[in-house]
């Protein structure tokens, strides 16, 4: 009983040290935000950051962001899952804190129980409260996961990997009652923080290592079956309270452009290399991004902050000494035997392409993800577990004081060398000037959509030259805001016809996108030029401006304004034209069955919004009715209510993405709703005054959390009431 309650004591007692680290470094990035740039963009700003700006926006005025109409011109953006919403400290610090200190607060706090998780797992197997510490800042901060500082969604849903494990294998050892409805919490909460892959192999993860753990615990064959069928029950339960946001994402998935299988040839772009091994020992044995130095990322080749797992000399030196003693003395073989099997395995995974396991890649869910190389994830936290396994021991077995002083000043040396080389690589720049206006923001009005074009490489040009050491190359980066990339217009309230996303875009804006950008023309590489199709397709759309990198040659979009920085030159263009109406009646309205229909219509010219392809109406084509007037319009929110006379028949349309969970009402009556223009959510009016209504309806949303919400109260029933399993 004393030990116990000493353990606990000095549980809390490192738990509190891992506190204090944190705020150390809570305050030190204080009045700063990430800004570390990548290949085309910086993930950090161009992503992360403005989905949580986005989303503290949202939560502070006491809505969920379940669509935007800044993102691809309409967009599911909760239902995509990466900002993160059902979170809980997002939910939490992005409601009541300014947003610098939540967005900081949040990685900071996912660090926290990446060590607390990590510490309580290798406490639970016995090993020195003090090389847990040690050993789980090394985990925090190798560079599987501090190179991935500016994927927050992924920090965040791997927060809570160590923390399940510790849970699920106390289980195992306790048969705690409570502790099935923990780990049950917790897996929906790694959902919840918004990274798919990251759920799949996390949970894979922890489910091989458990069925390890039965293994080695000699338990009879019908205990270990049972054990996994309840492992098995707790991870579906996860997933059932999860279904707010799985039955949401599930909806996306089937009108998305990227299939839930994808091509091998997708699935396995971006592995980790045999040649990327030395990475775990050094850091920049094939040159430094910040630099300027590392090779162009390729299909084949991978990205440095995807296939940098390193760990440092000094681990792997008390490693190669520990692993001596504990196969001299037969300390813990098995557990370390497996648990270098297992780093070996997820090793094999990241190697995607590269792998003997190569063919697993063409199966599902193997198949559902690219970036193999995220496998290190798991690969690093056997690999660390290990290591405190078998370097306890060789603290265990050190009989002179001096000795164990020696192996904890090498530990703490090697977090010296992690801590340092991550504060050297990433890029913190002032709140103020990440969060700044630019001067195109100021230019394009909030109502209407534009499309950027050329960032991709003025941006690479300094990435792959230059990197970011010197502060000329940061100015050009903070130039390049004026391009408004997707989706850091979000930070500035702007409608962009594109998303950055690397999961689901709806399928049709995406067809259409690509549509424009096939079709944009160069002349000798200096000029684009937009033929009259082009300029009716980007008609339909809505575009109304245009940033590039190039001028650009056309009758319509006329010159605003040419933005200069060094060599770099961003030029914005606008069609006085196009508006930002909400809607369009069309004089001519053509049936269309297929997409190539489309296609052939836009080849023709015969595409405008007065000439307009709608799918599965009940007649070939029509001459629309043109007389109506309109007495209120009023957008609320997302949905919009319009009260108007029409003298007859009319059909009607909202320039508004179309989406299953759209609804028309007319007169408090759902009518049906006909896609238009691909994109546009199309009508038929009758004759008369209306009162109508576009309405966004969460209905999956709403169904899972009523499932969910049923669900737990029948998990607690059932956990509580029956006998120890």
Known sequence: MEKKRSSKINNFLFIGIYFLLYCIIFFTIKNKLLFTPDFGESDAYHLNLSLKYFLAQNLRQGKIPFWTNQLQGGYPLFSEGQIGTLFLPNLLFFKFLNFPDAYNLVFVFSLFLISSGFYLLLREFKVKALISLLLSLIFTFSGTISLRWVHINLIQSFSLTPLLCYVLIKYFNSKKKSLPLIATLVISQIIFAGHLQIVFISLFALFLFCVVYLILKKKSLSEISINIVFLFFIIISGFILSLSQILPT??????????????????????????????????????????????????????FWENTPYLGWPLFLLMFTSLIITIKKNFSKKLVFF????????????????????FIFSFFPFNSFRTPSKYLLAANFFLVF??????????????????????IILLLFNIVILIKFTFNYQLFLNKDIVLSTPKSSNIIDNNSLYLTLGQGNDWNDVFLNKGWLTENSINNYLFFKNYLYQNSNLLFGKKIFNINTGTFKLRRPEYLKDLVEKNISLEDKKTIIIDRKLQNLLEIIGIRYIISSLP???????????????????????????????????KK????????????????????????LIEDIPFAAITNNEKYSLSHIETYGNNLKIKGSFKNKTF????????PEWSVYIDGKRTSIYKTNLIHIGFFIPKGTHDIELRYENFYFKLGLVISFMYLLLFIFILFKLKRL
């Not at 060094?566 to 196009?578: L, V």
């Not at 229909?597 to 023709?604: G, I, W």
């Not at 009607?652 to 989406?659: I, K």
């Open 589 to 612: 309205i053509k049936k269309i069955t297929f997409l190539n229909e489309f296609t052939e219509n836009y080849q023709d010219d015969k595409i405008s919004l007065s000439h307009s």
């Open 339 to 358: 648990g270098l099997l297992l780093t070996i395995f997820f090793i094999f995974l990241a190697l995607g392409k590269n792998s003997p396991f190569y």
């Open 386 to 407: 290990t290591a405190g396994i078998i370097i306890n021991n060789l603290y265990l077995s050190l009989k002179h004081q001096l000795s164990k002083i020696i192996l």
């Open 552 to 586: 650009i040659q056309d009758d319509a979009y006329k010159l605003l304004t040419s933005l200069q920085n060094n060599k770099y030159k961003i030029f914005i263009y606008k069609d006085s034209q196009i508006g930002s109406e909400l809607f369009y009646v069309p």
């Open 652 to 659: 009607f349309v909202l320039q508004q993405n179309y989406y």
């Open 250 to 303: 599930f909806l996306l998935t089937q009108n998305s452009s990227r299939l839930l299988s994808l091509d091998y040839n997708i699935a396995t772009s971006f592995p980790f290399t045999w040649a990327h091994l030395i990475s775990y020992f050094t850091l920049y044995y094939f040159g430094s991004p910040k630099l300027g130095t590392y090779p162009p990322y390729s299909n084949d080749w991978g990205i």
